[in-house]
Each structure stands twice: as C-alpha cells, then as structure tokens.
C-alpha cells in the first residue's frame, strides 16, 4: 500500500512563506517523480512543481517560477515545498502526490495524498 501524508498548510499573509511537507510510505517504485498539485477555488486541480527520482530534475508551473521550490529527501521518503512571496492568488488546497513514471509532469499521477489547506491573506 501507498500512502501520502501532507503537513505544512495553514493561513499565511500575502507575501508570507509556507513549508510543506509531504511523507511517504509504501512501494518505493511510485515515488519515481513525486510532485505537488494545487486546487484552486473554481478552478481545476493542476500541478505546481515535480521532481524527480534523484532530485536534480524539477519542474515549475509557470505562475510559481522563482517563488517555490520542491526537493525530497529519499532517505526520510519526504517531499517539500517551499513558498515564498505567497499571494492570495495561492490559495488552494495543496496535495501530494507520486508516480511510477520518472520525470513525469502531467496531472494524472497515480497517488495522491488527502490535501492541505492553504490560505493567504491580502
């Protein structure tokens, strides 16, 4: 069994930062790329950042270049993201999640985590 478990979310005001955490358990061949999505309010779930297995590829929503940034850490089976300069156009809830394929970065992963809430403030 696989299971994604989300930590870090919570109300932050606008230009604030964020930590979140992600940690994982189970079949290590579905963390090959491990990623973060977020789903905004009346909009469609879609990947913000992705990394793969060995951490030296990652990929960045356009709307998040140069304020997030994602790494993992194999060895406690942890994935992160790091927010900063957040804005209200941030809020979302924020899940995890993992896929067999290496550096995959489309929005159907096969694992998901439950989700963090994230809410800044103007």
């Known amino acids: 069994q696989v299971q994604l478990d989300e930590s870090g979310g919570g109300l932050v005001q606008a230009g604030g930062s964020l930590r979140l955490s992600c940690a994982a358990s189970?079949?290590?061949?579905?963390?090959?790329?491990m990623a973060w999505f977020r789903q905004a309010p009346g909009k469609e779930r879609g990947i913000v950042a992705a990394?793969?297995?060995?951490?030296?590829?990652?990929y960045y929503a356009d709307s998040v270049k140069g304020r997030f940034t994602i790494a993992r850490d194999n060895a406690k089976n942890t994935v992160y993201l790091q927010m900063n300069s957040l804005g209200p156009e941030d809020t979302a809830v924020y899940y995890c999640?993992?896929?067999?394929?290496?550096?995959?970065?489309?929005?159907?992963?096969?694992?998901w985590g439950q989700g963090t809430q994230v809410t800044v403030s103007s």
């Open positions: 189970g079949r290590a061949f579905v963390w090959a790329t």
């Open positions: 990394v793969s297995w060995s951490g030296r590829e990652t």
């Open positions: 999640a993992a896929d067999p394929r290496n550096n995959y970065y489309r929005n159907d992963y096969s694992y």
